[in-house]
């Protein structure tokens, strides 16, 4: 479980999060979904450290990551797994040595396990044959899948997906959505997407945090959205936006 | 301004960069690869210019030389010593800054904006000393192997280009070059081979490390970096003969 209590964070005096108190379920998909700009992946950055809150606290499971010292957020950070927007691989390695990386850093695993784990991944999320690939030489949906498969080769407690279909075609993107969804379950782990896709809300969505300029407007189960009960003019008219009338 | 702000964030480039590596092992092998990529992949442009720089130095000495009252041998002299002192080592490095600084800031400033350094970090690795350090210590150990290079391909091309225009044999010029020879210009064409790598890959990997947005500053960053580095040399070069000399 990870919860944010009055987290707060500005840019060169302009506020983008304003007093954020959210908790994001172990085993679930906790989905933040909003418009674009209104401040999702400067919370995900938040939340992995690599921006830091002006003020507030981010616990992950009691731990205040904010603050650690840098050794022990770095202990906390092997137990985060990270999709990025673009995938971030690394360009300058092989699909293999992408899922591989990790393991060679932070496990002790040997030559022939390292593989073994990184076949496993692969083989997770649906993907074969592609081993010795570039980064360059896959699709979006493959770059996307590898993504994954590297963010879950060490044992990770949390997964931060930062729009982790955009880009992708829809049938590629309900791919992705219940791999990451599949996922959670298996590894029972606190995953975090965020996303301005209605779809992945009704398809995955557990937990939703919705997010309007900078500030949480509503917290809560997807059925509650589905049935209207939301009482939020906001997320209602972003809720109307996604469906063609 | 700017320019004390950017001083001060070099310098904190420079400390983050040296904390307990996460995994040595890793890092004295991306080190050997950096080796192989500045040492072996400069060798060919190093060659070739101290082998001319050498060849017109000796053409034109004699040029300017023309009383016949100065012993050709001087002109020996004149070469293997401007080479040792300055011509290989400033030369070098600075055509080194071209080559060896725009590829490793661009490299990192890649790395910057396609989130990979981001990547990085969340997997709880210091960036900064992962992908500066190799690049830094490599440059250490090759540059100067470089120089030394490029120090007996000058004085060679001097030696060569005397003969075939007939300016001074071969034993006039060993005579020369011989004649005032001192173990303590060696060292100074080293002292400066040194000093001038460690400029030119910390500046270039901290002009790339710094780079935001993308690829527009990502070719911005890379030029940054050779300039930077080239005024940095002359700057040291004329620090180092004004101390040593
Ligand atoms: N590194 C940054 N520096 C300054 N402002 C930023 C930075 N990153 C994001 N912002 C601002 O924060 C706001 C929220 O951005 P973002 O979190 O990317 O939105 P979303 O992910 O919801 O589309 C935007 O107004 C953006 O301009
Ligand atoms: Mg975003």
Not at chain 1, 13 to 22: E, P, S
Request: proline content about 3%; overall charge neutral.
């Amino acid at each position: 479980m990870i919860e944010l209590v009055n987290v707060n964070k500005s840019f060169n005096g302009k506020q983008v999060l304003f007093d954020i108190n959210a908790i994001f379920h172990k085993g679930k998909t906790n989905l933040v979904i909003g418009a674009s700009g209104g401040g999702k992946s400067v919370m995900l950055k938040c939340m992995v450290g690599l921006f830091k809150p002006d003020s507030g606290q981010i616990l992950y499971d009691n731990r205040d990551f904010v603050n650690l010292s840098y050794e022990e957020v770095r202990g906390i950070r092997r137990e985060i797994g990270m999709l990025f927007q673009g995938t971030a691989l690394f360009d300058s390695l092989s699909v293999e040595d992408n899922i591989g990386f990790p393991l060679k850093m932070f496990s002790k695993m040997s030559a022939e396990e390292r593989l073994d784990r990184v076949n496993f991944c692969l083989k997770r999320v649906n993907l074969e044959n592609v081993n010795k690939k570039f980064p360059s030489e896959l699709s979006g949906g493959m770059k996307k899948r590898v993504g994954i498969a590297r963010a879950i080769a060490l044992p990770i407690n949390y997964l931060f997906c930062d729009e982790p279909n955009s880009g992708l075609d829809p049938l590629t993107a309900r791919v992705i959505d219940n791999l990451l969804h599949d996922i959670t379950h298996e590894f029972n782990i606190t995953t975090i997407i965020n996303s301005h896709d209605m779809k992945t809300v009704y398809d995955i969505g557990e937990n939703i945090v919705f997010m309007h300029q900078g500030r949480v407007f509503w917290e809560g189960p997807k059925e509650e959205i589905r049935a209207g009960r939301s009482d939020k003019p906001e997320l209602d008219r972003f809720i109307h936006a996604s469906f063609i009338e | 301004m700017k320019l004390i702000f950017d001083v001060g964030r070099y310098v904190l480039f420079m400390r983050n960069m040296f904390s307990k590596p996460e995994r040595l092992k890793v890092y004295i092998q991306r080190t050997f690869d950096e080796m192989v990529a500045i040492g072996i992949g400069s060798l060919p442009i190093v060659a070739i210019i101290s082998f001319f720089v050498g060849a017109v130095t000796t053409v034109q000495t004699a040029y300017q030389l023309v009383s016949g009252f100065i012993a050709k041998s001087v002109i020996g002299t004149v070469v293997s010593d401007s080479t040792l002192l300055e011509l290989a080592p400033t030369i070098t490095c600075l055509v080194l800054a071209g080559k060896v600084g725009s590829h490793i800031a661009s490299e990192i400033g890649t790395m910057k904006v396609s989130e990979q350094v981001d990547a990085l970090e969340v997997m709880g690795i210091n960036s900064a000393g992962y992908l500066a350090l190799p690049k830094i210590v490599a440059g250490l150990f090759m540059i100067p192997c470089l120089i030394i290079i490029a120090n007996f391909l000058g004085i060679g091309g001097g030696l060569i280009a005397g003969k075939y225009s007939g300016i001074l044999t071969p034993e006039q010029f060993i005579i020369g070059a011989r004649d005032t020879f001192k173990f303590y210009t060696v060292f100074i064409s080293l002292v400066k081979a040194t000093v001038f790598s460690f400029l030119i890959t910390s500046i270039s990997s901290f002009e790339g490390y710094y780079t935001s947005g993308g690829a527009l500053e990502v070719g911005e960053a890379s030029t940054r970096a050779v300039v930077r580095s080239c005024v940095m040399i002359l700057v040291f070069d004329f620090l180092i003969a004004k101390v040593l000399l």
